[in-house]
């Protein structure tokens, strides 16, 4: 059997899994979780630990079509500064239940479009963050930026309150591809925030790019991709292009016609792997490339790799606050989320309480599933030894689960002194490999494409 034939055989080109940004997968968590939770779980964040904070932004002023990300469009700025002042409020509230002297390991700003702030608003926004919580050691700012909607005024103001790191949304150059996804975005406004940025000395440029556009060619994707390298990136996402139209309305204006078949997005994604390899990036994970002294590498090299919300980090703070509409939290002790949409957020919170509304606890099984799981994603491989020492009541279930698993992947699987590792030629099956261990059986319509 040909190796292409092995992987359909596994159910690659025919089997919807989730990414495992969490384990259990945002679609599990339940109501229940209220804000009393919440507010003990922040109380519970020890003296003098780091904590990250994520702020979400949920409004663009286009709507890409392509977009499944949870977002409004707006075409005035008052929504905006309202929402903004709800924020604030909650960023209070978070922190007065936080013990005093906890301090940021990271803070990041996603959307949405959270560079649709205008300066003024954008500073209000970050010396209320600046004065409630102290930059703890190897602090780090990152913001997500739409080069269509990101004025130089603003990006001087997010570089004067210390951004370090800028993730540059572009998916694919090409024309024809921008046209079928309803986002237009010239090689030239991109070059244009890129050079502000490195002007002003900016440290690490992230760039996400999809696979699997509709009209998305091998020659198309390899000029596109030509021309990000050409902008000189320190990272890269390039994420499986997810067409969810039953779940993302905005999707129904996507002729699914002119989608790849899943053998030519598998082919796509392979192709552009293997050029940015030769490019001399360092494969991160399922879908991230860095530079070999990117932090993303060096974490992947030490073994402290991590997989988040955003994908991967080298963050090792324990607790991620989320603040906004639809943000997710997560502590040791579980997941809270805020009321998704921002008119249930704002009066959650102008009740005068947190806006926590679904979440999970996690049990002492969900915490080794999410651990072996975290570690399949990141290094396609689970250390047997290292997670019976951690869980020891739950060595049995380790042990007999992921013989089960073993099993099921005879030619992909292997056990080398202890560690379950996943041979190479099979990483395009991790996710569905992960989905042997979940725990939380999924209907195939949440989630996306398995490539
Ligand atoms: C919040 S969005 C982008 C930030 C900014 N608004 C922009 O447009 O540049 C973050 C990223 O999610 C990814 N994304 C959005 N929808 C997606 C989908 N349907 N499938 C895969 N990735 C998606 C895109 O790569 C996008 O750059
Ligand atoms: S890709 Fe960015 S600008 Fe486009 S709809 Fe999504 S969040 Fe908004």
Known sequence: ?????????????????????????????????????????????????????????????????????????????????????????????????????????????????????????????????????????????????????????????????????????????????????????????????????????????????????????????????????????????????????WMSKRQLMIDSAALPSPQARFQLAEQAREMLMLDGFVPIGIDHFARPDDGLSIALANGQLRRNFQGYTDDTAEVLIGMGASAISKFPQGYSQNYPSTAQYTSAIGAGDLAADKGHVLTQTDLWVARAIEQLMCRFEINTIDLRAQFPAEACAIARTLSNVAASFPQALHYREGILTLDPMFEPLVRIIAGKLDLFKSEKTAHSAAI
């Open 1 to 245: 059997m040909t190796h292409l034939k092995q992987l359909q055989t596994a159910g690659l080109f025919d089997t919807n899994a989730p990414r495992y940004t969490s384990y259990p997968p945002a679609n599990h968590f339940g109501t229940g979780i209220g804000t009393a939770r919440q507010a003990e779980w922040l109380a519970a964040v020890p003296d003098g630990a780091q904590v990250s904070l994520y702020l979400h932004i949920p409004f663009c002023k286009r709507l890409c079509w392509f977009c499944a990300c949870r977002t409004q469009g707006t075409k005035t700025m008052r929504p905006v500064d309202a929402y903004v002042d709800t924020l604030l409020i909650e960023i209070d509230r978070q922190r007065a239940l936080l013990p005093a002297d906890v301090s940021l390991s990271r803070l990041h700003l996603g959307g949405g479009t959270p560079t649709i702030l205008t300066p003024d608003i954008m500073a209000r926004l970050l010396d209320r963050v600046f004065d409630r919580f102290a930059r703890g050691a190897g602090f780090e700012f990152s913001v997500e930026i739409d080069p269509t909607e990101a004025s130089a005024a603003l990006l001087d103001t997010l570089i004067a309150y210390g951004m370090n790191r800028a993730s540059i949304g572009v998916q694919d150059f090409d024309p024809k591809v921008q046209n079928a996804i309803g986002r237009q975005q010239s090689f030239a406004q991109t070059h244009a925030t890129v050079a502000h940025l490195r002007a002003a000395n900016l440290r690490s440029l992230n760039m996400d790019l999809l696979y699997g556009l509709p009209h998305q060619t091998g020659p198309g994707l390899t000029a596109s991709l030509e021309q990000v390298m050409a902008l000189q990136p320190d990272r890269l996402a390039l994420y499986g292009y997810a067409h969810v139209p």
